[in-house]
């Protein structure tokens, strides 16, 4: 059974930063391309970005691109998603997932970027 747990979540103040880690299982995580999406508030999901199977590989949306980081530890079967340079428009709840559409996620952490 597939299991993605999220953690890493809170408030910080706009300009901060956040490391979020998702711990996985039940699947061959190491050979799965892996994915974190996001919900605001009102919103629907939508996709941050997106690392390979082997770690080499990432690709960001133009809203995070520069500001976020993901990267993976196959060994640990975890993945991470560091954050920099918050704004308020990056509040949302924030889910790793094993595809892009994010039918396939965890059950998230918060992140609130307010001042």
């Known amino acids: 059974q597939v299991q993605l747990v999220e953690s890493g979540g809170g408030l910080v103040r706009p300009g901060g930063s956040l490391r979020l880690s998702c711990a996985a299982s039940?699947?061959?995580?190491?050979?799965?391309?892996m994915y974190w999406v996001r919900q605001p508030l009102t919103k629907g999901l939508e996709w941050v970005g997106s690392i390979s199977a082997d770690g080499i590989l990432t690709s960001y949306s133009p809203f995070v691109k520069g500001r976020f980081t993901i990267s993976r530890d196959n060994v640990k079967n975890m993945l991470f998603l560091e954050m920099r340079d918050l704004k308020t428009e990056d509040t949302a709840v924030y889910y790793c997932a094993e595809d892009r559409q994010g039918n396939s996620r965890g059950q998230g952490t918060q992140v609130t970027v307010s001042s």
């Open positions: 039940g699947f061959d995580f190491g050979r799965s391309g």
